[in-house]
C-alpha cells in the first residue's frame, strides 16, 4: 500500500535548521529559522515566561487535565483582547469567537478547514513572498492552491501597493485574503497607515474576506498595540474576517504550539452556530489543545505587572534585533561590499531580505558554513556582535564573486 508513495520535498525553511545541525563547521551561523537569541547565540526562555512556569510547578494544585476543545478560556478572553484591543467594538458587540489554536500554523489550519467546511471553495490569495507554509496549509485544509497577489519590488525594496491593489482589484468577488497584520515575513516590509486604508477600500468593494496572520505582534515595533494596527483598522471596519494569532516568537514559546484564531462575525447572529462547529472541527482533529503554554500566556496576560514585564523583555529582544540590523548595514559600508545596505536597517521584525540571490546564498553556506533561506531571507535574530562580522565579509565576498 505504500508503493505509490513519492518522497515529499524538504520544506524551505525547516531543513536549513537540519542541515545546520549536521556541519561540523565551528564557524556555522543559523540565520534560517526565525528563532529569538541571545548576543551568545543561545535560545532564550523569557524570565516571565520561567516564572510562571515554576510557580506552576510548585503549585499542588497544578493538574495536567483536559482543556475544552475550544482550548482556555481565560487564555482565549485575553488572546482576542491583545488583538483586537480592550476597545474592540466586535469584542463589546459580541461578534467575536475565539478558539485556541496550535501557535500560528494551527490557527490557520484551523481557519482554514472551516472556511473549507461552511464557507466554500472559495479562492485564496497569498502574498508574493510570503512564509511559504501559506502555500501548503490552504490546500491541505481542502480549498484550492493559493493565488498570488503583487507585493514586493525588488527595485525599490518597497511594498508594490500599487500592484497589490491592481491584483486585490481583479480577484474574484468573495475570496479570502492572507495579510501580513504586521513585520511581513519574508520581505520586513509592510504597508503604511494610507496604504492599509487603500487595501481595506478595496477588500470592502469586492467583498473579499481578509485573513490576518499575526505571529510576530510586538515585534515589528516593540509595541503590541502598534503592531495591532492594521488588524483593528479592518476589524474596526465591521466586516467578516479571520485573525491569527501566535506566541511562538514574542513569548518565545516555539515549541509549547501556543496561539489563536479569532473569527470575527459582521452580526453576532451566527456566533453559537460558528463556535460550535469549530469546536467540531477541533475534536476532529486532535481533539483539544495543549495546556501548558496557554496557562503561562493566560497568567502573563491576566496579571498587569506580569503584562508591563512582558512588554520591558519584548522591547529588550526587539531592541537587540535592531542594533544587530545598524551593526551589519554599518560592517557593510565599512568593509565596502558593492551596493546600498540601507535596506537593512529600514525592514522591520525579525528578518531583513537581503537581496542575496539564491547562488550567493548557496555560496555563503558551501565557503562561510552561514546557513539562510534561498530568498536571500536572514534572521536578524539569529546574528550577534561575534558573528556580524563574519556574516558581513562572507556577504561582500558572495556579492564580489
Ligand atoms: N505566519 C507567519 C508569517 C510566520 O512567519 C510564522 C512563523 N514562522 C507563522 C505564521 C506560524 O508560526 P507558529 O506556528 O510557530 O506560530
Given at each position: 500500500i505504500f508503493d505509490r508513495v513519492k518522497e515529499a520535498p524538504p520544506d524551505p525553511i525547516l531543513s536549513i535548521s537540519a542541515a545546520y545541525r549536521a556541519d561540523p563547521s565551528p564557524k556555522k551561523v543559523n540565520l534560517g529559522v526565525g528563532a529569538y537569541r541571545t548576543d551568545d547565540g543561545s535560545p532564550y526562555v523569557l524570565p516571565i515566561v520561567k516564572h510562571f512556569e515554576q510557580q506552576f510547578a510548585n503549585d499542588p494544585s497544578t493538574?495536567?487535565?483536559?482543556?475544552?476543545q475550544d482550548g482556555f478560556t481565560n487564555f482565549n478572553y485575553h488572546?482576542?483582547?491583545?488583538?483586537?484591543?480592550?476597545?474592540?467594538?466586535?469584542?463589546?458587540?459580541?461578534?467575536?469567537?475565539?478558539?485556541?489554536?496550535?501557535?500560528?500554523?494551527g490557527a490557520l489550519r484551523i481557519g482554514f478547514a472551516f472556511i473549507a467546511n461552511f464557507i466554500g471553495n472559495r479562492l485564496v490569495y497569498i502574498p508574493n513572498p510570503t512564509w511559504s507554509n501559506h502555500r501548503n496549509v490552504v490546500p491541505q485544509a481542502?480549498?484550492?492552491?493559493?493565488?498570488?497577489?503583487?507585493?514586493?519590488?525588488?527595485?525599490?525594496?518597497?511594498?508594490?501597493?500599487?500592484?497589490?491593489?491592481?491584483?486585490?482589484?481583479?480577484?474574484?468577488?468573495?475570496?479570502?485574503?492572507?495579510?501580513?497584520?504586521c513585520a511581513h515575513n519574508p520581505t520586513g516590509a509592510d504597508p503604511s497607515k494610507a496604504d492599509w486604508q487603500r487595501i481595506l477600500k478595496v477588500v470592502k468593494s469586492k467583498k473579499l474576506v481578509p485573513f490576518f496572520d499575526n505571529a510576530y505582534q510586538g515585534f515589528a515595533s516593540g509595541n503590541l498595540?502598534?503592531?495591532?494596527?492594521?488588524?483593528?483598522?479592518?476589524?474596526?471596519?465591521?466586516?467578516?474576517?479571520?485573525?491569527?494569532?501566535?506566541?511562538?516568537?514574542?513569548?518565545?514559546?516555539?515549541?509549547?504550539?501556543?496561539?489563536?484564531?479569532?473569527?470575527?462575525?459582521?452580526?453576532?447572529?451566527?456566533?453559537?452556530?460558528v463556535k460550535s462547529q469549530l469546536k467540531q472541527l477541533i475534536r476532529a482533529m486532535y481533539s483539544?489543545?495543549?495546556?501548558?503554554?496557554?496557562?503561562?500566556?493566560?497568567?502573563?496576560?491576566?496579571?498587569?505587572?506580569?503584562?508591563?514585564?512582558?512588554?520591558?523583555?519584548?522591547?529588550?529582544?526587539?531592541a537587540r534585533i535592531q542594533t544587530m540590523r545598524l551593526r551589519l548595514r554599518d560592517a557593510l559600508n565599512k568593509n565596502g561590499a558593492p551596493g546600498n545596505w540601507d535596506h537593512i536597517v529600514n525592514q522591520i521584525g525579525m528578518f531583513s531580505f537581503t537581496g542575496l540571490t539564491s547562488q550567493q546564498v548557496a555560496f555563503m553556506r558551501d565557503k562561510y558554513h552561514i546557513y539562510m533561506t534561498s530568498n536571500g531571507r536572514v534572521s536578524m535574530a539569529g546574528l550577534t556582535e561575534s558573528t556580524v562580522d563574519y556574516v558581513a565579509d562572507a556577504i561582500k565576498d558572495a556579492v564580489e564573486s
Open positions: 493538574t495536567h487535565e483536559y482543556l475544552p488572546s482576542a483582547r491583545l488583538i483586537l484591543g480592550h476597545d474592540s467594538s466586535a469584542l463589546k458587540e459580541e461578534r467575536v469567537v475565539t478558539v485556541q489554536a496550535l501557535s500560528g500554523t481542502g480549498l484550492p492552491p493559493t493565488k498570488n497577489y503583487r507585493y514586493f519590488e525588488p527595485n525599490t525594496r518597497a511594498v508594490d501597493i500599487e500592484g497589490l491593489l491592481q491584483d486585490l482589484s481583479i480577484a474574484i468577488e468573495g475570496s479570502i485574503v492572507i495579510f501580513h497584520g498595540d502598534t503592531d495591532a494596527w492594521s488588524t483593528r483598522l479592518f476589524v474596526e471596519s465591521g466586516i467578516d474576517m479571520f485573525v491569527a494569532q501566535s506566541y511562538a516568537k514574542n513569548m518565545g514559546m516555539y515549541g509549547e504550539r501556543v496561539g489563536a484564531l479569532n473569527v470575527i462575525l459582521s452580526s453576532s447572529g451566527p456566533v453559537t452556530a483539544n489543545p495543549p495546556l501548558h503554554g496557554a496557562r503561562i500566556a493566560a497568567a502573563i496576560m491576566s496579571d498587569k505587572e506580569s503584562f508591563r514585564q512582558w512588554e520591558m523583555e519584548l522591547e529588550k529582544m526587539s
